[in-house]
């Protein structure tokens, strides 16, 4: 066993459903392994102003059901200067923290990373992101019960569109990443699906809902990541209903309701799972590395070897939609 004896557990970027439960596992690993730990909070803000509180199993306990974060996250940009990392450093050497586990998306690897290089204190990251946007792992931490509630939502909406023969373009999140949008979509019967990985013309868009028009179609669900490459699902909206008048057309933006709510088993699963990998890599010497599930196999990557992959869409799905959509 190594010599790390109080390890730091912190969340950070934007928060996601089953960071509780990565929390939890987090915090009584450790103590199964007779370590301290501490929760900094706020994400790496806390670390520069000192929000540091040892935890117990107990400080943990009936949280696992419970989305959002109890130590609250940030996107910290006091972090990405030398003399915000120098004060978290001095935060973590007035607690003799020797170890640090962060749970969160790129972002928070990529400070983690700068964090390590800088100051060698033993680091592994917790991919917790609704987005599922990480090279080195199947799923990251929220992105199911993201996705669930999204096809609650489009379930919810189809409902009142076939009532009155409505075309919905339906927002979900996804700035960089069309994950949600493409297994909602498919799970929720969507005619088309716009991520931001792939360009899909106004033009295409038309061509598909005049076929399926043609094909008695009454109503029609597009889901749109928000940060699809031909626009918001206000604009697209817009340009569709000048060309194409056969539907009244509405848009709905899920929005930030997709980052709360009760986690889904999977999530709680999967974040039980990577909080103990996450303790006993650190205490076996792994560092500078993120966990991840490859099957049903944990796995740990380093932030050199997730540098060389590239986060990939789910084209088989996209796949799936285009033929079952006509
Ligand atoms: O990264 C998760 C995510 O929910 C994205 O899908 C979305 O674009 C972004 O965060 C929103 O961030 P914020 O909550 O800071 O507005």
């Not at 974060?69 to 915000?84: Q, V, W, Y």
């Not at 799923?139 to 909406?157: F, H, L, M, P, R």
């Amino acid at each position: 066993m190594s010599e790390i004896k109080r390890i730091g557990v912190f969340t950070s970027g934007g928060d996601a459903p089953g960071m509780n439960a990565a929390i939890r596992a987090v915090v009584r690993t450790c103590i199964y392994y007779g370590k301290q730990v501490f929760g900094i909070y706020q994400g790496y803000n806390g670390m520069i102003e000192g929000e540091v509180e040892e935890l117990g199993a107990r400080s943990v306990s009936h949280i696992i059901q419970r989305g959002g974060t109890i130590l609250k996250s940030a996107r910290s940009k006091d972090f990405r200067t030398p003399e915000g990392r120098k004060l978290a450093y001095e935060t973590l050497k007035k607690h003799k923290i020797d170890a640090l586990i962060a749970i969160g998306g790129d972002g928070t690897f990529a400070g983690l990373n700068v964090f390590y290089n800088e100051y060698k204190i033993p680091s592994v990251c917790i991919p917790g992101t609704i987005d599922n946007d990480l090279p080195g792992t199947d799923y990251t931490i929220g992105y199911d019960t993201a996705t669930n509630t999204a096809v609650e939502a489009i379930d919810k909406i189809r409902d009142t569109a076939l009532s009155h023969n409505r075309l919905f373009f339906i927002e979900v999140m996804g700035r960089d990443s069309g994950q949600i949008a493409i297994n909602s979509g498919l799970a929720g019967g969507a005619v088309a699906i716009l991520v931001p990985e792939e360009e899909t013309t106004i033009d295409e868009i038309i061509a598909k809902l005049d076929q399926t028009a043609k094909n008695q179609k009454k109503s029609s669900l597009v889901v749109v990541a928000e940060g699809g490459k031909s626009g918001s699902a206000i604009e697209i909206a817009q340009k569709v209903t000048e060309r194409f008048a056969n539907f009244e057309t509405k848009v709905t933006i899920l929005g930030h309701l997709q980052r709360g709510g009760v986690p889904t088993y999977f999530d709680r699963v999967l974040a039980s799972k990577f909080g103990v990998a996450a303790v006993e890599g650190i205490l076996k010497g792994k560092n500078n590395v993120m966990v991840g599930i490859r099957g049903n196999t944990v796995v740990y990557n380093t932030f050199e070897a997730m540098q060389e992959m590239s986060p990939d869409i789910d084209h088989e799905s996209l796949r799936i939609s285009k033929i079952l959509s006509i």
